[in-house]
């Protein structure tokens, strides 16, 4: 006997709240949650849950009685099947409103400290192409959107590239027009498309672990320069050299076409040599007269505007008066580090990624800051008594970890030597709410303010000062 179908439908009811991941919120008749991850608050909804859980469902929207004046109608030909703006058909001034809404929780249900009056959130001046790097995937099997499926047509045009489906690693969406990149970016990567496909240039399948083109990624600056690199599964150096050529010719704005050649068995590049084949191996970005190489492997802020206002935000929390020694943990390419260091008497950088050290030095000197110095290790082996010892104690942390926040001996060392002030920049509310209460004995919280760094998506990044009791 098979198992019973758990699933159920429930009929007009309204999505009340937008929770996490960018999933909606609306209760069940027995007062359980249902995430739906197609609907907006104030929308009147049958639902069908996909998932039970003994506390909540999940579910999909099948049918609206009543849409919510929090809509707007999406700009995006692909949205509702790529994952990317998963918030592109609500409201801007509403995204704000539940991403100000979730720091807000998170900090005082997880935290459960004392806050002041957060800050209303600081919203991105550009909500479409606002992002600085994008990465496709070819893929010799596209996916086919439910209308393509409905139609009943063969599509002889079996090549993509695009995005990945959500939750399907081998599946890629075309992608027609993206509106998170600026131009020439949607006409860099439909031009490779097309270019390739009428010259048989292999696609790749992921599954088969067969065909030439891998990826491509753009990544672009402020100040108008364009990295182009793209990414072979294995070398065929007239295939190769055709599509480069190709590229170059069509966008001789491009400062820096790359390429990788890369056959093992996932798509990063970190582990692999990075090829040159026309312009410099690197572009640059500006800020306030600091120039910051990026080379294809290197980390900085997707969205550089809003970048900017975020760097403002913690050297303005941090209010060095010239003679602190200030450590910068998870300082990336030392961007921060650079940016607060003519307010500081030294700024000592720390991080994980060694190629991501030795670019904050060629930044510094690039840029005459002669008062930092960078460290490349893991954070919980680097940051110790000795570390500390050695370089001096720090006036101010600043702190920008991933994720997954901040490791429990990172935060046992600063209880250790208790700065007077940390800045705490955080990517996720959550994992920062769990780190400020381990701090919570020792520090206030005195300021707080959430930074919108990616409009039409859930995510937030939040910006906390601490001081001590």
């Known amino acids: 006997m098979g198992r019973r179908n758990k699933n159920k439908l429930f009929e007009a009811v309204e999505v009340v709240d937008a929770g996490a991941k960018g999933k909606s919120i609306a209760k069940s008749p027995d007062g359980r949650v249902i995430f739906v991850n197609n609907a907006v608050p104030g929308d009147v909804i049958d639902v069908q849950t996909t998932k039970k859980r003994k506390s909540y469902f999940e579910g999909t929207a099948i049918n609206f009685h009543s849409y919510s004046d929090k809509r707007v109608e999406p700009v995006c030909q692909h949205f509702g099947t790529c994952g990317g703006c998963k918030w592109q058909f609500m409201d801007y001034k509403y995204q704000l409103e539940y991403k100000q809404q979730e720091v807000t929780n998170n900090l005082q249900r997880l935290g459960k400290i004392e806050l002041p009056e957060i800050t209303p959130i600081l919203g991105s001046k550009e909500i479409y192409f606002y992002r600085n790097k994008m990465?496709?995937?070819?893929?010799?099997?596209?996916?086919?959107?439910?209308?393509?499926?409905?139609?009943?047509?063969?599509?002889?045009?079996?090549?993509?590239?695009?995005?990945?489906?959500?939750?399907?690693?081998?599946?890629?969406?075309?992608?027609?027009?993206?509106?998170?990149?600026?131009?020439?970016?949607?006409?860099?990567?439909?031009?490779?498309k097309i270019f390739a496909t009428q010259n048989e240039i292999p696609f790749f399948n992921t599954r088969a672990q067969s065909g030439l083109l891998r990826t491509l990624m753009i990544r672009t600056t402020s100040t108008g320069e364009i990295m182009v690199l793209i990414q072979f599964f294995e070398e065929d150096r007239d295939a190769r050299e055709l599509l480069l050529n190709a590229v170059a010719e069509e966008f001789p704005e491009i400062t820096s076409l790359q390429y990788v050649i890369n056959n093992k068995g996932n798509d990063t590049i970190y582990d692999q040599e990075v090829i040159c084949y026309k312009g410099r191996d690197h572009i640059f970005e500006e800020m306030e007269g600091l120039k910051f190489k990026i080379n294809a492997k290197s980390f900085y802020q997707t969205n550089s505007a809003q970048a900017y206002e975020l760097y403002k935000i913690t050297r303005e929390f941090a209010d060095l008066k010239g003679d602190e020694l200030v450590y910068d943990l998870y300082t990336g390419t030392g961007t921060i580090a650079q940016?607060?260091?003519?307010?500081?008497?030294?700024?000592?950088?720390?991080?994980?990624?060694?190629?991501?050290?030795?670019?904050?030095?060629?930044?510094?000197?690039?840029?005459?800051?002669?008062?930092?110095?960078?460290?490349?290790?893991?954070?919980?082996?680097?940051?110790?008594?000795?570390?500390?010892?050695?370089?001096?104690?720090?006036?101010?942390?600043?702190?920008?970890?991933?994720?997954?926040?901040?490791?429990?001996?990172?935060?046992?060392?600063?209880?250790?030597?208790?700065?007077?002030?940390?800045?705490?920049?955080?990517?996720?509310?959550?994992?920062?709410?769990?780190?400020?209460?381990?701090?919570?004995?020792?520090y206030k919280v005195t300021k707080v303010q959430p930074v919108d760094m990616f409009p039409q998506t859930f995510h937030v990044e939040n910006v906390v000062c601490l001081e001590r009791k």
């Open 135 to 192: 990465e496709f995937s070819f893929s010799d099997s596209r996916w086919l959107t439910l209308e393509e499926i409905q139609s009943g047509k063969d599509f002889d045009d079996k090549n993509a590239l695009g995005f990945h489906i959500p939750g399907m690693w081998d599946k890629i969406l075309d992608i027609k027009k993206c509106h998170l990149q600026e131009d020439p970016s949607n006409a860099i990567r439909n031009f490779v």
């Open 339 to 442: 940016f607060v260091a003519k307010q500081a008497k030294k700024v000592i950088g720390v991080e994980a990624v060694p190629e991501a050290i030795s670019d904050a030095i060629e930044n510094a000197e690039r840029n005459g800051i002669t008062n930092t110095e960078f460290f490349a290790g893991d954070m919980k082996k680097v940051f110790t008594e000795n570390f500390i010892n050695k370089h001096g104690h720090p006036d101010v942390i600043i702190t920008d970890p991933p994720r997954d926040g901040m490791h429990k001996d990172v935060v046992a060392q600063i209880i250790g030597i208790l700065p007077e002030k940390i800045v705490y920049v955080s990517c996720n509310s959550a994992t920062q709410a769990r780190d400020l209460a381990l701090l919570d004995e020792y």
